[in-house]
């Protein structure tokens, strides 16, 4: 089983447009709701491989409720705590040429019984979990520290954490050792603090924050592909992908399709690339199904090219 923790979940709605013009009045020509948040659509992707998930997270208002909902209907059995604030929602607006533009609500501002409930809820159902996925920015009212709590409170219980986070609130984990850590290119350069123009640049930079603490870095490199880098060496996996529909949580899928496959090694890497490049070619946030798996397009080697220049450096 695995458990996932969003302490800022949220409900994703996507519009489908034909183009974006600022002050005009548009026509959606699709629209989806979606549960979102990181841990959430780790779960939703868990789920859709027919694995069991539970989804740790705050929930607050009639959002909270629908999201609830949602999830419970997707087969993700929600293990959510009240909190006086409403759930945010977020807006997401693509082009068919798959440019995609994101409005994200700040959500409620969580109390400091409501933080600790949080952990209370992880706590209670840790000895069940084979991982946590701990996901997402925190809201208002928690401490970039707090991450850090829970991988230190879950380490004592024996479990395995793969942490998806940026920022101070990354940082702080690192000293107490997660499992994974999984940076995209921006978050990656973030936290060694210069810009990553080449592939090799990257990989460095995951030795870095191995060197700070992380156990494994799993770090998404947008169309270049995903690294992993690990004790037993350094990964580089790619896959074909014939058109991008919405990247909304496709770094998501990749993570549940990395911890669904055993969290480890390449052939954990290459269930990741497959799980996101499934992502990227459905509407919104729609998680992958293993219908819309293709690991024949997939290619995972420890021959890195080191010079490639990313297509969006950080």
Excluded at 219 to 225: I, R, V
Excluded at 285 to 299: E, K
Aim: proline fraction near 7%; hydrophobic fraction near 45%.
């Amino acid at each position: 089983m695995i458990l996932t923790v969003t302490p800022n979940p949220s409900l994703d709605r996507t519009y489908e447009i034909p183009v974006l013009e600022r002050g005009a009045v548009l026509r959606a020509t699709a629209d989806r709701v979606d549960p979102g948040g990181k841990g959430v659509n780790v779960s939703r992707a868990v789920a859709a491989a027919g694995q069991r998930t539970v989804a740790v997270l705050p929930l607050g208002g009639p959002e909270g409720a629908l999201l609830a909902r949602l999830l419970e209907e997707l087969g993700i059995e929600a293990a959510g705590v009240p909190v006086a604030g409403s759930t945010r929602v977020n807006i997401s607006v693509a082009e068919p040429d798959g440019t995609l533009t994101k409005l994200n609500a700040s959500g409620p501002e969580l109390t400091d019984a409501e933080a600790e409930a949080v952990l209370e809820a992880v706590r209670t159902r840790v000895e069940s979990a084979d991982w946590i996925a701990c996901c997402g920015s925190l809201p208002r009212g928690l401490a970039p520290e707090w991450y850090a709590e829970l991988v230190a409170r879950a380490h004592r219980a024996g479990a395995r954490i793969a942490l998806d986070t940026s920022g101070p609130s990354l940082t702080a984990a690192l000293r107490e050792r997660p499992d994974v850590v999984k940076p995209n290119a921006e978050e990656l350069a973030q936290a060694v603090g210069r810009p990553l123009a080449t592939v090799g640049e990257a990989v460095k930079a995951a030795e870095e924050l191995r060197g700070l603490g992380a156990r494994a870095v799993l770090a998404s490199l947008g169309a270049d592909g995903q690294l992993l880098v690990d004790e037993t060496g350094a990964y580089f996996g790619t896959a074909q992908v014939t058109a991008v529909r919405s990247n909304v949580g496709a770094g998501d899928a990749s993570l549940a399709g990395f911890l669904a496959a055993g969290g480890s090694g390449p052939a954990a890497l290459a269930s990741a690339v497959a799980h996101g490049a499934a992502a990227v070619q459905l509407p919104g946030s729609a998680m992958p199904t293993p219908a819309d798996l293709d690991p024949s397009a997939v290619v995972t080697t420890a021959d890195i090219p080191l010079d490639r220049v990313l297509k969006e450096p950080a």
